[in-house]
């Protein structure tokens, strides 16, 4: 059965770097999705992505955040001059369609910054 | 803004048992809900999906309801195994391409 696969499982980075977060979304899916949990709290809906721009996006989702799809097959975030409270599990989605479809999760990137 | 809440928080139960989780949100105007598992240190895995229309969505020993009026939503697990001990997550849909989603219930279920 087609899955999202992230990678890497975990990144730890020390305060201050660039990071790049990795997922494959389903391959017949049009629309990719970033959430965070921060350990014990919510998921949280960062951006949604579709046609090659950005959907939507919450207020978490500031200038520190950019998401890209460089090819046919991966979707990216990166996370510039990264801060201790990015700390989390990110996950990536998608859906085949956007609002009223069913969006499958990856196993998420944990996220550690020192 | 939507908010999500889940009811309890825990929940602890002998095997066997047939137990419901409880969600509830404030903005009616939602697309779908979505029910999700997750295990410790884990991804979210989609159990079931209820589009605004419906009122019930059934997958094996699951069960989910939906009253839109209300705002509730609950999830019906019949003859609970301990391969059932998970965080259950629910995540309603605005319409806005995004998921908002509870806090969760914890499940555990004891052999």
């Known amino acids: 059965e087609p899955e999202v696969t992230q990678t890497p499982s975990h990144q730890v980075t020390q305060m201050g770097q660039e990071v790049i977060l990795r997922c494959v979304p389903i391959?017949?899916?049009?629309?990719f999705y970033w959430y965070r949990q921060i350990l014990g709290q919510k998921v949280e809906f960062l951006v949604s992505f579709y046609n090659n721009e950005i959907s939507e996006k919450s207020e978490i989702f500031d200038d520190q955040f950019s998401v890209e799809r460089p090819d046919g097959s991966n979707f990216t975030l990166k996370i510039r001059s990264t801060k201790l409270e990015d700390s989390a599990m990110y996950f990536c989605?998608?859906?085949?369609?956007?609002?009223?479809?069913?969006?499958?999760f990856g196993p998420g990137t944990r996220l550690t910054v020192l | 803004k939507q908010e999500v809440t889940q009811i309890p928080a825990a929940l602890s139960v002998p095997e066997g048992e047939n137990l419901v989780l409880n969600c509830s949100f404030t903005?009616?105007?939602?697309?779908?809900l979505q029910w999700f598992r997750q295990d410790p240190g884990k991804g979210l895995t989609s159990l079931l999906l209820i589009q605004s229309s419906q009122r019930e969505q059934t997958s094996g020993r699951l069960n989910a309801s939906l009253d839109k009026s209300s705002g509730r939503s609950t999830l019906y697990i019949a003859a609970s195994q301990p391969g059932d001990s998970a965080t259950y997550l629910c995540?309603?849909?605005?319409?806005?391409?995004?998921?908002?989603f509870g806090t969760g219930t914890r499940l555990t279920v004891i052999p």
């Open positions: 995540a309603v849909s605005t319409g806005a391409n995004n998921l908002f």
């Open positions: 989605a998608s859906s085949r369609q956007g609002a009223d479809n069913e969006q499958f």
């Open positions: 903005d009616s105007a939602i697309y779908n």
């Open positions: 391959s017949n899916h049009l629309y």
